[in-house]
């Protein structure tokens, strides 16, 4: 087993990310989904950890009489059949948005795995007809993890209540325990998907025979697995730093003229610049995304691909084996 694969992901992951920016438009769709990272489940248990344990979406209609929208639409429309009408509408689109970012993820995965094979360019048809030809099973994988994290999460909340009404060592010794297991569950679900996915994209299995063959990879290389989650969770912290810097240059024309406005009283000028800010900045977090998504997804298809035709030696276990 070859444990220069280790590094070379992340180098390979990037220049494939630089070289080839017609996977970006895929990377923005599939960020819908998630990164394929630890940030990104972590993430998911402490927000369905917080507010999450109802499933608010089954209350979707109360939740459109709540506010001014709400009160307009309801009282200017009592007709059942336009509540049934806007609300398919609304399906139709959130499911239109679901199965684009599930192609855009699928293609993404199988551009990778083409350039690794020794093609030369990124043929995006190809790709996006590759990536929807396997929607179907990859929403399927990408459906149980996030049940997965939502139970792992709703978990960490009830005894987080516990601990609330009732406070003790032996409570928060099972609140403590009860974390640690949704971190884990949570862990196994997100690379068991990519791997999952990596069968499904790459060499063309079925969903069950994609699910074996990815917790036996996990199995060999669970050690492998568990290093790349660190790293690439420090990649996330990284582009969270990144993030806010862009952010906060972004916003600096929109102080500028916001201070500006305050000489010369004109609200047009606070307006603008505002608009201004939000507008540059909406677009950085986005591009932004958009290219750590590839890039995560990049480094997964990498090692998926090294992992099954070769192997890959634990940087912990080589440091044992040299020492």
């Keep these: 087993m070859d444990e220069r694969h ?29 990164q394929m990272g630890v940030v990104d489940f972590l993430v998911k248990i402490a927000k369905v950890g917080t507010d999450d344990v109802s499933i608010k979406w089954l209350l979707f209609p109360s939740f459109l009489r709540n506010g001014n929208f709400g009160d307009t639409l309801f009282s200017s429309f009592q007709s059942g059949l336009v509540s049934v009408i806007l609300i398919a509408l609304l399906i139709a689109i959130f499911g239109f948005i679901v199965f684009a970012a599930l192609s855009s993820q699928g293609a993404i995965i199988h551009g990778f795995a083409q350039l690794m094979r020794g093609r030369d360019n990124v043929d995006a048809s190809s790709a996006w007809h590759a990536g929807v030809g396997h929607a179907g099973r990859l929403f399927v994988l990408n459906l149980v993890k996030k049940v997965l994290i939502f139970f792992s999460g709703a978990l960490v909340s009830i005894l987080v209540l516990v601990n609330v009404v009732d406070f003790s060592v032996l409570n928060f010794i099972l609140f403590l325990l009860g974390f640690l297991l949704a971190c884990l569950v949570g862990l196994f679900a997100t690379v068991l ?28 290389h669970w050690l492998v697995s568990l290093e790349i989650g660190v790293v690439v969770l420090c990649c996330e912290i990284l ?8 952010i906060a240059l972004l916003f600096l024309p929109g102080v500028l003229i916001w201070l500006l406005s305050l000489f010369t009283f004109s609200s047009t000028m606070w307006i603008a610049g505002s608009t201004i800010s939000i507008i540059l900045s909406t677009i950085f977090v986005m591009v932004l995304g958009s290219i750590f998504t590839v890039f995560t997804t990049g480094v997964w298809t990498y090692l998926f691909m090294k992992m099954h035709q070769e192997g890959i030696l634990s940087r912990i276990i080589s440091v044992f084996h040299r020492s």
């Design 6 to 34: 280790y590094f070379n992901s992340l180098k390979t992951s990037w220049h494939f990310v630089w070289k080839y920016k017609v996977l970006w438009a895929f990377g923005l769709l599939a960020a819908t989904l998630g």
């Design 193 to 220: 998907t990519i791997y999952a996915a990596g069968y499904v994209v790459v060499e063309e299995h079925g969903l069950k025979d994609a699910i074996e063959n990815a917790w036996r990879l996990f199995i060999k």
């Design 239 to 246: 582009l969270i730093f990144v993030a806010i810097w862009g």
